[in-house]
Each structure stands twice: as structure tokens, then as C-alpha cells.
């Protein structure tokens, strides 16, 4: 593989390595949505590259008691290695079944990427930045609990979507994606998760001429 194809790929393989860390990955999926987008690589490039590359390298975290969580030092020698390798067979039998866990986060970020490359460039990054804020909120049980609180404010209103803009976005991109994220008890929590983010976003436009 040439050096540059090689750093086409590396944020790539460090934005999917996330998924994989032992904390809420759940709050990654827009940001790496992005990365996808940025890299120009197609569905069935990345789905290549998911399925050979980066779960052989990452799937054993899932199952780690004590798993990384921080940020996983990146082995660029074994994913060069295995993507310079075509999948027979075994590899793919065997590499989709390593990451049952990882499955769905992947089809999120699949999905975030598919409503990115509809806008035009100028408006992906503030649009994956609005999901990201989203996420903080719709994943906690109510607004209070949610960590750095001014901090996804700050993010929400650094995108200059207006206020109509967020409602939107979240209305038709977002809460029909993350909804089906939702696990266990979460889901019949879903209206009061909805909430949080509806109260997120008049927090942030809460001066009348915002």
C-alpha cells in the first residue's frame, strides 16, 4: 500500500477503533460518520475496510473486563498488513461474526453518513456537530444528570444551524437513526430522551434573536 492510500486510511482506522472502547461509544457515531465522509471512500470500501481491518484489530476489547477505554494506541504494522490482504473464504466467515456488539453502532454510523453526503460540504460538519450534542443529551436519562452541560450548549450554537434548523434535524435525521441505538429499559424511555434534546436545544437559543 502507497503512503498516501496509508494516510487516506488512518483516521479512518482511528475513528472506528472507537467503537470498540469499553464507555458509551454511542456519543462517537456522528463524528465518525463525518470521518467516513471525509475520507471519499465508498460504502463498500468502508465496509471492506470495517469488516478486515478494523474489527480483526479491535473486537477483543468487547470482551475485555478490563477493557481500554481512553483511546486504543494505534498498530498501523498489523492494519497495513491486513489490508494489503484480499478476504477469502475464512477471513469472511470468520471476521463478521467477531463484533455482534459493534453491528449496530456500525449501521448508525452507515446511516449518519448516507444523510451527510445529501448536504452540501459547507453544512456536514455543523450538522454531524448538532447530532454529536443530541447524542449527549438523548443518552442520559434526564438533562441534569448530562456532564459539561455548557460545553454541548457551546457546540450546538457553534454549528449556526438556527433554531428551526435543530429541531428539524433532529426530528428526521437523528431521532429515527439513535432510537433504534436505544438498549434494554432505554427504550421505553425514549419520549422522556427525546425531551432532553428538545430542552437542549431552547437552552441554546434561548435569547430571542439567536
Request: glycine share 2%.
Amino acid at each position: 500500500m502507497h503512503p498516501p492510500e496509508a494516510a487516506r486510511r488512518r483516521p479512518v482506522w482511528e475513528a472506528l477503533s472507537d467503537l470498540f472502547l469499553d464507555t458509551e461509544t454511542r456519543w462517537y457515531l456522528p463524528r465518525i460518520a463525518w470521518v467516513l465522509v471525509q475520507s471519499e471512500y465508498s460504502k463498500e470500501e468502508l465496509e471492506q475496510i470495517w469488516r478486515f481491518e478494523v474489527v480483526p484489530s479491535y473486537w477483543w476489547n468487547l470482551f475485555d473486563i478490563a477493557g481500554e477505554w481512553g483511546g486504543f494506541p494505534m498498530d498501523e504494522k498489523s492494519l497495513l498488513k491486513r489490508a494489503r490482504r484480499r478476504p477469502g473464504w475464512l477471513r469472511k466467515l470468520i471476521f463478521p461474526r467477531l463484533s455482534p456488539l459493534a453491528d449496530p453502532l456500525w449501521q448508525g454510523v452507515l446511516q449518519l453518513r448516507e444523510i451527510l453526503l445529501t448536504l452540501q460540504e459547507p453544512n456536514q460538519r455543523p450538522a454531524a456537530d448538532a447530532w454529536t450534542a443530541f447524542a449527549a443529551a438523548y443518552l442520559e436519562e434526564n438533562l441534569q444528570r448530562l456532564f459539561h452541560l455548557e460545553d454541548k450548549l457551546e457546540l450546538l450554537r457553534s454549528t449556526q444551524l438556527p433554531r428551526q434548523a435543530c429541531f428539524e434535524t433532529f426530528r428526521t435525521d437523528f431521532r429515527p437513526i439513535y432510537s433504534e441505538q436505544l438498549i434494554g429499559k432505554e427504550k421505553a424511555q425514549e419520549e422522556s430522551r427525546a425531551e432532553n434534546v428538545l430542552e437542549l436545544i431552547q437552552l441554546a437559543f434561548r435569547n430571542p434573536d439567536s
